[in-house]
Every structure is written in structure tokens, then in C-alpha cells.
């Protein structure tokens, strides 16, 4: 599993933004929505690394009481967007003190639904998407990796693994993956991928032809690994 915890039978997945949103101290302005919306999506993302899909949401809102409708509103278009209905979403505001700056983390829970590769080298491995930061995102939403093919790829299992890459990059997913190895493609390796901007997919080489009609920007093979 990439970041996600086993709890019982559960998979526990979390992700979180700050200083993003609509108060006039946030660093980046977007909306209470679109905020959580991002951060939803990775913290499911994380969950189909595991195999996983969501059953139980916990939001932690550190911005009011007013930014609550908005936070869920934008859970609720991850699920939109996949065809799945939004699980039952659970938590707590901050109400007692007023933050300067927005906050807020999410947390999903869980139930295994598909095996995790084991062997993970026998996958052809593809980037979807670009690697985006900050006011990138908002400005090209269209290079972000799209939740509702990834998604579909991954229940038709024309996908075998789905690998988020965050704020570290892609070199430095590619080492969780498989250790001490250098991937070669036509991306920035060590640019951060912000709210998982991009994402690695291991297809299996008799599915690739099913993937390339499914992903139809930004999608490109990873051209060789080498070890160092």
C-alpha cells in the first residue's frame, strides 16, 4: 500500500489542505469547494492504491462553521464523478476560535475489493496526467488526471495498480514502487505533482491496447528503468 493503514478489515486513507480556500490570509484562493473536492480526490485515490473503496468519510473542518456545506459539497462531486454514492460523511468544525488561514483534512475508510499486484516489474507502467502545483492546477484543470477513467479502468480491471504521485514526485514514487531504480520519461521526475496531479497506472501488457482508449491526454509510457 502506498499511504494507506489496514484498521481491522478497514483501509484508513488521509489527505489534507491548508492554507487554500477563501480566507483573505490563504496563500492560494480557491474555492471552500473545489479545495475539498482536491483533497477528497486524493485521499480516495489512495484508496484504490489499496484496492479499496471508500465507505465512511471523516472530515475535519478547521475554517467554521460556514465552510462545512461547502467542504462536503465538494467530497460529494468525487463520488459524482465515479457514479458511486458519497458515503455517510462524519465530523467535527472548528467553532470555538477563528483561523486566519483555511484547513481541513479528510479521511476515508475502506473495504478491499480488488488484490494487490505482487508482481509489480511485470507491469507496463504509464503516466497519466502532468505534474501540477499550486495556482497550475486551477489554471490548467484539464492536464489533471481524470478521476472517472481512472476509475473505470480500475473497477474493469484493465488496470491493475493505481500510484498517486504527490508532492515528492515521480522519481520518488517510482523508488516506493520498486527500490533503487530511475524512471525515464518526457516529465519533470522531480517536480512536485501537487494534489496527485498525476498518477502511475501498472497495466498489464495484454491490456495496454484497452487503456490507450480510455486515456486520451496525457497519457504516456514509461520509457525505461534503470537501476542505480
Known amino acids: 500500500m502506498r499511504n494507506a493503514v489496514k484498521v481491522g478489515e478497514l ?9 487554500i480556500g477563501e480566507k483573505s490570509q490563504d496563500v492560494v484562493f480557491a474555492s471552500d469547494k473545489f479545495t475539498a473536492y482536491l483533497t477528497a480526490r486524493v485521499t480516495f485515490l489512495e484508496q484504490l492504491a489499496a484496492g479499496a473503496i471508500p465507505m ?4 475535519a473542518n478547521f475554517s467554521g462553521d460556514a465552510s462545512w456545506t461547502r467542504y462536503v459539497a ?8 465515479v457514479g458511486l454514492l458519497c458515503p455517510p460523511i462524519a465530523g467535527s468544525s472548528e467553532s470555538n476560535m477563528p483561523t486566519l488561514q483555511s484547513g481541513l483534512s479528510i479521511t476515508m475508510l475502506g473495504q478491499v475489493h480488488q488484490k494487490i499486484p505482487v508482481q509489480r516489474e511485470k507491469l507496463m507502467w504509464y503516466t497519466y496526467g502532468l505534474p501540477l502545483v499550486g495556482k497550475e492546477v486551477l489554471e490548467q484543470p484539464e492536464d489533471v488526471a481524470q478521476l472517472q477513467p481512472i476509475f473505470r479502468a480500475w473497477r474493469e480491471e484493465i488496470v491493475q495498480q493505481v500510484w498517486p504521485v504527490g508532492s515528492q ?5 517510482f523508488s516506493r514502487l520498486f527500490g533503487h531504480y ?5 516529465l519533470d521526475i522531480e517536480k512536485s505533482a501537487g494534489p496527485c496531479a498525476v498518477i502511475l497506472l501498472g497495466i498489464h501488457p495484454e491490456k495496454e491496447h484497452l487503456a490507450q482508449t480510455l486515456f486520451t491526454r496525457n497519457f504516456a509510457k514509461c520509457q525505461s528503468l534503470k537501476q542505480f
Open 56 to 59: 465512511h468519510i471523516i472530515l
Open 169 to 173: 514526485g515521480l522519481q520518488a514514487e
Open 74 to 81: 465538494g467530497i460529494e462531486q468525487v463520488f459524482e464523478e
Open 11 to 19: 483501509i484508513a486513507t488521509t489527505d489534507n489542505a491548508a492554507a
Open 182 to 186: 530511475e524512471v525515464k520519461t518526457l
